[in-house]
């Protein structure tokens, strides 16, 4: 029996001490594996203005290097480019009049899309349909909106748009 009220023996300290080194080597060959694994990471400092790829750079090494997107990742990968389709053609539909000379629709046939387009441009919870998508082609196939995309350096168009 100990002394000052300890009430393990010799013995029972000398398993304690034996456990705790055990414990102690885990842990220091868990921590040996971790400072390796972060000697052997690459980091990369990506430097440059807005817009001008940094995130594009890091997506793709991920998509190259990693397994890809998983399903919840390719939802909302489909939802931001429906939506900037919508903020694309959007866009090209109304600086159409507004750049100067203004850019006239080839076939006036399609007066009643961009009319469609520009109607829907201020709602932000829009339900994609096969009709928005339908107009936005036949826009898209218009050569005064070819016209206008071609002249997308006179206002503000997103890279994607193409």
């Not at 009430?7 to 000398?14: A, I, L």
């Not at 750049?99 to 919870?125: C, G, H």
Request: net charge neutral; hydrophobic share 35%.
């Amino acid at each position: 029996m100990g002394c000052l009220g300890n009430s393990k023996t010799s013995e029972d300290q000398g398993v304690d001490e034996k456990e705790r080194r055990e414990a102690n080597k885990k842990i220091e060959k868990q921590l040996q594996k971790e400072r390796l694994a972060y000697k052997a990471t690459h980091r990369l400092l990506l430097l440059g203005a807005g817009e001008s790829g940094k995130s594009t750079i890091v997506k793709q090494m991920r998509i190259l290097h990693v397994n890809g997107f998983n399903p919840e990742e390719k939802k909302q990968k489909i939802l931001d480019i429906r939506k900037n389709v919508k903020d694309a053609i959007v866009t090209i539909v109304s600086a159409m009049s507004t750049i100067i000379p203004p850019v006239p629709l080839a076939n006036p046939e399609n007066q009643f899309r961009s009319d469609y387009i520009k109607s829907i441009a201020p709602i932000t919870d829009f339900e994609y349909s096969q009709e928005f998508f339908d107009h936005v082609k036949k826009l898209w196939d218009d050569e005064g909106v070819k016209a206008c995309f071609e002249r997308s350096n006179e206002y503000q168009l997103i890279d994607c748009a193409q």
